[in-house]
């Protein structure tokens, strides 16, 4: 995606950046408290359990309670209201489309097929729709829970940190190796998808003369082999998730094996007590979080080989092309 088609996207924000606002701040708020409650637990279990005043150990708790109260109220306003702002720029970004499809000439159409725009118009701008929406809080959320679970293993013993830490890098190489497998496979299923809806269009659009000359047979033919490839496209999407989402189960599961086989190997019994508490169990849920939730929703338009069509002032010559 290069600067121009960035600037355009983000301008989409701009009639409604008071909600889009709203909407970060509820994620920053959402993921600071789910480094805090694991915190407070590890507090409860360490000093006021022990303290034996059970009056402090019923108010902190009530005071987690309240806290997961207003992370459920955050996480529930940016989940509804992130989602209904994507579909709100999806709208717009729709009629813009349309509207600008309405005044291309003639020669335009004799060179781009009407089904192939229609992929443009419903299917893409709806996978940007979930751009809009998941992108910006993902990249919040994710980076204050690694940041922030990093940051509390490093001070609460670097030396675990560190071990949990190593993993990080082969995650990141990991992620992103099947996450480019899997954004070829789905754009290449949009593609496949423009194409079933180019050859629908011709052929429902030119029925009399289908039926006239008997050609059904040989219109059922195109359509059934763009409609296989369209299924091995996606087959091939789904087996490079089922990949990533397993490889990414396997770290989280590992994570905590190496906390107890390091704990038990250097440690005198009861040093990493603390840890069992609290970090292991936050930075499980931040490392598989974090290296599954952001690659699900990544579209592949524009700056794919199958781009929207042209908009004015933004884009230049269209670059839906014919196949």
Known sequence: MNKKNLKLLLSFYRPYRGLFAADLICSLAAAGIALAVPLGVRYIADTLLDAGDFSLVLRAGLALAALVAVQALCTYFYDYQG???????????????????QRLPFSYYDSHTVGDLMSRISNDTLSLAEFFHHVPEDLLINSVKLAGAALILLAVHWQTACIILA?????????????KKMNIAMT??????????SQAEDSLSGIRVVQSFAGERIEKEKFSRLNRRFLEDRRAGYQSESR???????FAAAIPIAVVVFGGACSPAGKH?????????????????????????QPSAPGGPHQLPALPGAYGHAACRKR
């Open 273 to 297: 007590g603390d840890l069992r508490l609290a970090a292991v169990p936050l930075v499980y849920r931040v490392f598989h979080r974090a290296g599954t939730e952001p690659c699900k929703h």
């Open 167 to 179: 993993f990080l890098p082969f995650m990141t190489l990991f992620t992103i190796h099947f996450n």
């Open 188 to 197: 290449n299923a949009r593609e496949s998808m423009g194409h079933i809806n």
């Open 83 to 101: 989602h209904y702002l994507g579909a709100k720029i999806e709208r717009d970004m729709r009629a813009r489309m349309f509207c600008h499809c």
């Open 244 to 250: 990533l989402y397993t490889g990414m189960e396997v």
